[in-house]
Each structure stands twice: as C-alpha cells, then as structure tokens.
C-alpha cells in the first residue's frame, strides 16, 4: 500500500498537477483548536486540529479522487484520534488513511488504513509498523518516541462524492502530560447550568438483540434528538454505526463511526468531532455555550447502575453547583426516567479519567465557534 501511495504523488501527468494544486489550498487552510485553554496552560496535554471545507472546496472536491488533511510542527503527541462530518455517499465508498512524523528524526511511518465508511456499511482497520500503530479508533505513536505531524489522506471509491466531506478534525495528546485532576475553589466555584430539553433514554428499552452493547449510539440518539427539537429511531442509529472490524463479534462503540452518524442524523445542523479535553472545565465551558457532551467514563461510579469496568457513554446535561454534582442521562438504567442521575464530582472525574477524557463534542455551526 504505500508503494502504492508513492507511485501515485511521483506521478507528473496534467491532472496530478491540477490535484497538486487543489491539495495545497487544502494543507495550507486554516486549522485551529476548538477548545479555550487562555487558563489553562499548565493542563494543556491535548489538543484539536480542524479544517471546514467551504462550499468551493467541496465543489473542487468533487472532481478529485482523493484529499489531503494535513499539519506538521504541531505539539508533540503519543496519540491522534481522527474524526469527520460527512453525509453518506450514495455509490462506492470513503477509505481512511493515516500516518505520522517522528519528532525526534524526522521521518514519517508508513500508511496505516483507518476505515472503511460508504452508503450502508462501516470497517475499522488494526495495522501496526516499526513506528506506530492503529487500533480501530485511534493512532498510537508511544510515549517515547513522539510524534510532530501527521497526514490524512481519504481516497474516493466506487464513484464516492468527497465533496460530501465538510470538516474533518484530528485530536492528538501527549500522554506524557495527563495528570488527574485536583478538586479545587475553582471547580466548586463554577455555576451552575443544566441544558433542558435533552431526551432520556434507556438502552435497555431499545428493541435490540444486543442492547447491553449500545450504549454509545443510545447517547447519540439523545443528542440527535435534542438538536432536531425531535425522536430519532434509536434501532436505526444503532444499526448504522456496527463496525465489523473491532472485536470478534463487531461493535457499536466505535467513536468516529458514532460521531460521523450524528452528523448525518441531525442533516448537518452541526459538527460533531471526537476530542479529548484538558480538564472538567473544559466540559463546563460546553454546557455553558448551550451543547450536551456525551463522555466515557470506565470503573466505578458511586450510584450507577452498575460498574462500568469495560466503559460506557453517557450524556452530560448540566451541572448543579450547590449539590457539587454531574448531571447525567446514562442509558444504562432500565427505564427512560431513571437515566437522569447526578454523580457527585468526585466519582465522575475518576470514572471520566478512567477513559482519558474522552469525549463527543458538538458544535454549533451557526455561531462560528469549532
């Protein structure tokens, strides 16, 4: 495969030259974090790199049979988790890949394939080589050799339309710098905010054989629902996200196939992207700014419904200062009322860290924040 890629960029036919042209104006757009750390400084370990393709870049996408997300000199990052915004193709499909830069001599690892994604089907890929792996939702390019760049390139099968593509984000972090988070005046001082209006649902009441299996697109189908102002048909999400390539037995919790899905069922309302955060006041920020955030969380929460050892993802709607709590719609419960719980700060930052801080993070397009 990279032999292939290789050949294909030595090539100095007239149309190489014009997609030459066409992937530079795409490397050079801006990129920027979405997140504000001014605070933050010392916490910073992670970070986001986005692109929104203007509706002229998406026409001159169309034409093209591949595109180039790409940034170097960036912080140096153990890890990068990629995600997208895209509708589905109608015909053939998008294939993902990925590779990195060493930090420290400068040279690039070979390609990795990431995903598989078209009209009704989704495959995540694991690859490994002397210098990185992919492990279905994430690069990992360890803790000792870090990584300085990296680039992106989705290639168009099957008559695959990459003008559908709008945003494309890569979060890299240095696990190096995580540090578990300290309990202070200034997260006990935050007010207060609850965002209303988000439905509750219990995964164990959606008619699926495997409902103890889906509780990521469960709280996809509460966001998609808050954001269309209606119900979206949970068995449906949860079928239109099983990745076939992770686990023996395929999975429903794969996070860019969760979060591209959430883009496709809320018609492009807003962006969604798969990102970790710097700190529990990051989350905040967002609930404050109007947005739910779903959050994994792994191990023990104090009045959960169970312990979550192997993760789970749940909604977070708000945050009640006075009780000093997290409030939460987790479907893991067995009914929609009770998904509404409130998990005290303490017990939340430990099952959220037990994850790493991940997170799915929507954006409100109209309000030109990312």
Same mark, same amino acid.
């Given at each position: 495969?990279?032999?292939?890629?290789?050949?294909?960029?030595?090539?100095?036919?007239?149309?190489?030259?014009?997609?030459?042209?066409?992937?530079?104006?795409?490397?050079?757009?801006?990129?920027?974090?979405?997140?504000?750390?001014?605070?933050?400084?010392?916490?910073?370990?992670?970070?986001?790199?986005?692109?929104?393709?203007?509706?002229?870049?998406?026409?001159?996408?169309?034409?093209?049979?591949?595109?180039?997300?790409?940034?170097?000199?960036?912080?140096?990052?153990?890890?990068?988790?990629?995600?997208?915004?895209?509708?589905?193709?109608?015909?053939?499909?998008?294939?993902?890949?990925?590779?990195?830069?060493?930090?420290?001599?400068?040279?690039?690892?070979?390609?990795?394939?990431?995903?598989?994604?078209?009209?009704?089907?989704?495959?995540?890929?694991?690859?490994?080589?002397?210098?990185?792996?992919?492990?279905?939702?994430?690069?990992?390019?360890?803790?000792?050799?870090?990584?300085?760049?990296?680039?992106?390139?989705?290639?168009?099968?099957?008559?695959?339309?990459?003008?559908?593509?709008?945003?494309?984000?890569?979060?890299?972090?240095?696990?190096?710098?995580?540090?578990?988070?300290?309990?202070?005046?200034?997260?006990?001082?935050?007010?207060?905010?609850?965002?209303?209006?988000?439905?509750?649902?219990?995964?164990?009441?959606?008619?699926?054989?495997?409902?103890?299996?889906?509780?990521?697109?469960?709280?996809?189908?509460?966001?998609?629902?808050?954001?269309?102002?209606?119900?979206?048909?949970?068995? *449906?999400?949860?079928?239109?996200?099983?990745?076939?390539?992770?686990?023996?037995?395929?999975?429903?919790?794969?996070?860019?196939?969760?979060?591209?899905?959430?883009?496709?069922?809320?018609?492009?309302?807003?962006?969604?992207?798969?990102?970790?955060?710097?700190?529990?006041? *990051?989350?905040?920020?967002?609930?404050?700014?109007?947005?739910?955030?779903?959050?994994?969380?792994?191990?023990?929460?104090?009045?959960?419904?169970?312990?979550?050892?192997?993760?789970?993802?749940?909604?977070?709607?708000?945050?009640?200062?006075?009780?000093?709590?997290?409030?939460?719609?987790?479907?893991?419960?067995?009914?929609?009322?009770?998904?509404?719980?409130?998990?005290?700060?303490?017990?939340?930052?430990?099952?959220?860290?037990?994850?790493?801080?991940?997170?799915?993070?929507?954006?409100?397009?109209?309000?030109?924040?990312?």
């Amino acid at each position: 495969m990279r032999d292939l890629f290789e050949n294909s960029f030595k090539s100095i036919c007239f149309l190489s030259v014009l997609i030459f042209f066409s992937f530079t104006r795409i490397i050079n757009a801006d990129s920027h974090n979405g997140m504000c750390y001014e605070n933050l400084p010392e916490q910073q370990w992670t970070w986001s790199y986005k692109k929104v393709f203007s509706d002229l870049e998406c026409v001159k996408n169309s034409k093209l049979n591949q595109v180039i997300f790409f940034k170097e000199n960036v912080k140096f990052f153990s890890q990068l988790i990629f995600s997208w915004n895209s509708s589905r193709p109608k015909t053939g499909f998008f294939s993902f890949y990925i590779k990195t830069r060493n930090s420290r001599n400068k040279k690039w690892s070979g390609w990795h394939k990431m995903f598989d994604w078209g009209n009704n089907f989704q495959k995540s890929n694991f690859s490994a080589n002397e210098s990185s792996q992919y492990a279905h939702v994430r690069l990992e390019a360890g803790l000792s050799d870090l990584a300085d760049a990296f680039k992106v390139i989705i290639k168009s099968y099957g008559g695959a339309d990459l003008g559908l593509i709008k945003s494309v984000c890569a979060c890299t972090s240095n696990f190096n710098k995580f540090k578990y988070e300290t309990i202070n005046k200034k997260l006990l001082n935050l007010k207060s905010v609850h965002i209303k209006n988000v439905p509750k649902i219990s995964q164990r009441l959606v008619n699926h054989s495997q409902s103890a299996r889906i509780c990521s697109p469960t709280s996809c189908s509460m966001l998609a629902g808050f954001f269309n102002k209606c119900p979206v048909n949970e068995i *449906d999400f949860v079928n239109s996200v099983f990745d076939s390539g992770l686990g023996e037995s395929g999975s429903y919790g794969n996070w860019p196939f969760n979060v591209a899905e959430l883009y496709c069922k809320c018609k492009g309302k807003c962006f969604f992207y798969v990102q970790r955060m710097n700190s529990f006041l *990051d989350l905040h920020e967002k609930l404050l700014s109007g947005c739910p955030v779903i959050v994994s969380v792994r191990g023990k929460l104090d009045g959960g419904q169970k312990d979550y050892n192997s993760g789970h993802l749940i909604v977070v709607v708000g945050w009640d200062a006075a009780e000093r709590k997290v409030i939460c719609h987790d479907p893991a419960f067995y009914t929609d009322q009770s998904t509404f719980v409130k998990y005290n700060l303490e017990t939340f930052l430990r099952g959220w860290e037990g994850s790493n801080r991940i997170a799915y993070i929507a954006n409100f397009k109209n309000k030109g924040v990312l």
